[in-house]
């Protein structure tokens, strides 16, 4: 009887012993891992659309800049200010930009 206690006792402690060591390392080492991994890809998922996000303003406020600068600076001051000085259509000069010197027609 006291053999058959003690087989058993040792059964069961080993089996408690497997479960624990078992539910520790697979469950909580490989959740936290798994949970460590999945934290640090988000955060660098995060990153990386954060950094796509400047990218793409930047691109965006460059692109709105160019095309500002080149619309007033080309279109508005060559078309409308110095092109005038080099037309002989004095009327429509005078119509544009009144505030330009009358072009002198030769």
Request: aromatic share 34%; proline share 3%.
């Amino acid at each position: 009887m006291v053999s058959d206690l003690n087989t058993l006792l040792l059964f069961l402690f080993l089996f408690l012993f497997l479960f624990l060591f078992l539910f520790l390392f697979l469950f909580l080492f490989l959740f936290l891992f798994l949970f460590l991994f999945l934290f640090l890809f988000l955060l660098f998922l995060f990153l990386f659309l954060l950094f796509l996000l400047f990218l793409f303003l930047f691109l965006f406020l460059f692109l709105f800049l160019f095309l500002f600068l080149f619309l007033f600076l080309f279109l508005f001051l060559f078309l409308f200010l110095l092109l005038p000085l080099t037309s002989s259509i004095t009327a429509s000069h005078r119509q544009l930009c009144p505030y330009i010197l009358p072009i002198s027609v030769s």
